[in-house]
């Protein structure tokens, strides 16, 4: 094992990574079949909403995981950042927008 520390961006490097094959082999095969919950510590300001995966998931910027998705409450989709946890679990962690791109003037 490295003695090196670990920084924050080989962080949300490393756990991108492991969302992104944790929802190519479980959660993608299955997703007419699952929902996926917000974390729990921004659950409520969500109204506890479930979302139905419709994509696989994309890596942004190297530590961002995106999926499109289907809110079970409001009928919509929209774009949620996904992590998977320390249980293994993916859950949804915020809504995503795609970056402004610059203009050129």
Partial sequence: MSSLPINAL???TLVAT???EKYAADYYPR???L???FRGDIAEKHQYDKITPLS???CHGGREV???GLSKKTGNTGHYRIECNGWNLIEIVGLWTE???PSED
Wanted: aromatic share 0%.
């Fill in 10 to 12: 080989d962080m949300a």
């Fill in 18 to 20: 492991r969302t992104l």
């Fill in 31 to 33: 997703r007419s079949q």
């Fill in 35 to 37: 929902t996926l919950n």
């Fill in 56 to 58: 696989q998931a994309q």
């Fill in 66 to 68: 995106v999926i499109e």
């Fill in 99 to 101: 970056p402004a791109t």
